[in-house]
């Protein structure tokens, strides 16, 4: 298989990772109502899901926001009105409790951690997997403590995980003036996105989407270095 069919096969499963999301906001725009949204969206999420857990993805934000359709479906499903006003009252934050569950089960209970990593020194995996998973904690917090801020509550604390993510996975694999190049680069896209923030969610698409297409470039220049 040539390289641009690989990427290209990438690029496909990317995609399909953020359908989910990129329908329940589109939905939401346009109807106005989160169970119509909860609805469309959440079947291509547990599609994502089943697929990403066959194929041992470790995307996890694309897995957190996965779970967080679902669980919002059988939520709407079977009418359970607690969790409905949970989700109401904290809706940003919900995002980052399914960070950390996913962040607490790569760390303790998987061989590779959270970090995609091929090195000998297991124990500087599992440090790094702790530090992330702390961050995610102080996240989840910030996020609850704010959450009536889009802002404060949801973009800030999710661009900072994205970062401290890849910033680890940095001083895992080893420094490189490719890497910090490509740091440098995402922090440009942070910048454009934050421009973008008072657009609800399309900054964090932006995000998402400009942060996937920069690690393509830079692995078809470098090879992969975060």
């Not at 641009?4 to 990772?17: A, E």
Request: hydrophobic share 60%.
């Amino acid at each position: 298989m040539g390289f641009v069919q690989k990427k290209m096969n990438k690029i496909i499963d990317f995609g399909f990772s953020l359908a989910p999301l990129l329908i329940l906001v589109f939905t939401y725009k346009i109807t106005k109502s989160w169970k119509l949204a909860f609805y469309l969206s959440a079947p291509f999420a547990i599609i994502s899901l089943i697929k990403a857990f066959t194929f041992k993805s470790k995307e996890i934000f694309l897995l957190a926001v996965n779970c967080f359709l679902s669980i919002g479906l059988f939520m709407f499903l079977f009418n359970i009105g607690w969790l409905q006003k949970f989700y109401e009252e904290f809706l940003y934050s919900m995002i980052f409790v399914w960070v950390f569950v996913i962040s607490l089960i790569l760390t303790f209970f998987t061989k590779d951690k959270i970090f995609d990593s091929v090195i000998t020194n297991k124990r500087k995996v599992f440090n790094y997997s702790l530090y992330f998973l702390t961050a995610t904690v102080i996240a989840l917090g910030f996020s609850f403590y704010f959450r009536t801020d889009y802002f404060l509550g949801a973009w800030l604390p999710f661009v900072i995980l994205l970062v401290l993510k890849d910033f680890f996975n940095t001083f895992i694999k080893g420094v490189s003036f490719a890497k910090f190049y490509l740091l440098g680069g995402e922090l440009i896209i942070i910048l454009i996105a934050a421009m973008l923030r008072k657009h609800i969610f399309v900054s964090l698409l932006f995000l998402i989407i400009g942060r996937r297409i920069l690690h393509l470039f830079w692995e078809k220049r470098f090879g992969k270095v975060v």
